[in-house]
């Protein structure tokens, strides 16, 4: 497990961080990211919420570590494994499946069509020079990854959409590029062709929000689910919108 330096956290670091759990138990931590923070592997001069973890170190310094990540301005559910055990486990859990992620989006122009369904295309990631992009490639080709992302829409106008993802694979990007390829990319995702302005209304980021996770726990292996309620950029665009915002869990 990942060590943290003693005192190396301001109290202010360390407010902002607890203030952000929405579980915890021996086993198993879970933060309600922002956007905004990287999960781990900043390339900036700021703390990432990796390295903010230090605040629920233990006394020998040992501090949990994260189970997956989240783009850096997606928000949502992030997990942690709080012991060495748990953390083994949840990354069987993970290479099996087993972690069931639920996401929510607001993509444009209007609902996809049709209004649920699977998308399925094979993804390929290309890196220049320090950015990385995916694409949809020929499953044929020697590096494309198979990807599956379920979809249904729960609101829509002429407008926009609020759909939700539920991915069967884990690829980077995959959400925002499957979602791309069928005509309805995530707003604010400059990167993949996402609107910046929706009838008159400022994107004010990307609008990709991790909703749940359901998976066995650790100890015991008794089915658990998490959640975290949508943050308040998200639920006011929605409003601005004239979409109705999902109910809490």
């Known amino acids: 497990m990942p060590r943290t330096k003693p005192n190396s956290l301001t109290r202010e670091e360390i407010d902002f961080v607890t203030g952000l759990v929405i579980h915890q138990d021996d086993e198993l931590l879970a933060l309600a990211k922002p956007a905004g923070i990287s999960s781990q592997g900043g390339r900036i001069d700021v703390n990432t919420l990796d ?5 629920f170190a233990k006394p020998s310094g040992v501090r949990p570590r994260l189970v997956h990540r989240l783009d850096r ?40 069509a049709p209004r649920e369904g699977l998308i ?26 198979a990807a599956a992302t379920r979809y ?7 407008a926009a959409a ?16 499957h979602l791309a390829h ?9 990167r993949y062709g996402g609107a910046l302005v929706l009838a008159g209304v400022p ?8 909703a749940s ?8 292996g008794k089915e658990t689910r998490i959640d975290a309620g949508l943050p308040p950029d998200m639920l006011d665009l929605l409003g601005r919108l004239g979409l109705s915002a999902p109910e809490a869990g």
Do not use: W
């Open 182 to 190: 069928i005509g309805r990319p995530i707003a604010g995702d400059a």
């Open 213 to 220: 996770l359901a998976f066995p726990h650790p100890n015991g």
């Open 120 to 145: 399925e295309a094979a993804l390929l990631r290309e890196d220049i020079g320090r950015e990385s992009r995916v694409k949809v490639a020929d499953p044929a080709h020697p590096e494309a990854k």
């Open 73 to 112: 301005d997606t928000s949502g559910v992030l997990l942690a494994a709080r012991s060495q055990p748990a953390a083994a486990y949840m990354g069987k859990m993970m290479m099996g499946r087993r972690i069931r992620k639920t996401y929510l989006a607001v993509v444009a122009p209007g609902a996809p």
């Open 203 to 210: 994107v004010p980021r990307l609008m990709l929000h991790a």
């Open 51 to 55: 390295e903010l973890l230090g605040a």
């Open 162 to 177: 609020l759909v939700e993802l539920r991915p069967q694979t884990g690829r980077m990007h995959q959400l925002r590029v």
């Open 152 to 158: 249904r829409t729960l609101a829509a106008n002429d």
